[in-house]
């Protein structure tokens, strides 16, 4: 069974600060999503990535994903108050018995950037 | 364009009572479509998954069921509804893509409450 851990759960930092948020999986993958989630809403799309040494970047925001170690990064670089909110990592797999792709989620990263 | 249609958007139920959500994708054709649950302060569980009309992939056993009559369309019901299943349901839909498929749409969710 696919596990998905993510760490820290909890995160309090100032503006203008960097960080990085882990998230491990158990089974081999290549690809891997992280998305966005504002209290109350939906799940937002920030980056897709599909294959090994992956890297993408968008603002303060860059993802990489590392296949072997199985292991994703979201790294924050000088963090603002708009950055709060949770951050999810899936995997997603194919599954034998059901015939399709599905994700399997991170347990979340609550992200409070401090004024 | 695709869309993905989900609702109604709130929802609080009696203990007991039946629930029927709906979820219509717009745009595309033969999608896999999904149900997560996400409950208060947690991360997201994979309820159901369909890859085609009539085909349910059912991810844990509980008190709710799924159903696929159209090739666009996803219903996640319960015939008598407990307290343990308030939460926040996605919908979501991919398109698989010569075998696999990346890129998952959530919709807007719905927030249901039962009391």
């Known amino acids: 069974e696919l596990k998905v851990e993510q760490n820290p759960l909890f995160l309090s930092m100032q503006e203008g600060k960097n960080y990085t948020i882990y998230c491990n999986y158990s089974?081999?993958?290549?690809?891997l999503y992280w998305y966005r989630q504002d209290p109350g809403k939906s799940l937002e799309s920030l980056f897709v990535l599909l294959s090994n040494g992956a890297v993408k970047q968008e603002g303060r925001l860059m993802a990489s994903l590392d296949t072997k170690a199985r292991l994703s990064t979201l790294h924050i670089t000088a963090a603002v108050h708009d950055l709060s909110a949770t951050y999810f990592c899936?995997?997603?797999?194919?599954?034998?018995?059901?015939?399709?792709?599905?994700?399997?989620f991170g347990t979340g990263t609550q992200l409070k950037v401090e004024l | 364009s695709q869309t993905i249609h989900q609702w109604p958007a709130t929802l609080v139920q009696p203990v007991g009572s039946p629930l029927s959500l709906e979820c219509t994708v717009e745009?595309?054709?033969?999608?896999?479509l999904y149900w997560y649950r996400q409950a208060a302060g947690r991360g997201l569980q994979l309820l159901f998954y369909?890859?085609?009309?009539?085909?349910i992939s059912s991810e844990v056993p509980q008190n709710l069921s799924a159903s696929r009559p159209q090739d666009r369309q996803f219903i996640l019901s319960s015939k008598k509804l407990l307290l343990s299943d308030s939460g926040f349901y996605l919908c979501a839909w991919s398109v698989p893509s010569y075998g696999t498929n990346y890129g998952y749409t959530f919709g807007s969710g719905t927030r249901l409450t039962v009391v």
């Open positions: 369909s890859v085609g009309i009539g085909q």
């Open positions: 745009g595309t054709s033969n999608p896999n």
């Open positions: 899936a995997v997603d797999m194919f599954s034998l018995t059901g015939g399709g792709n599905k994700l399997t």
């Open positions: 089974t081999t993958s290549d690809r």
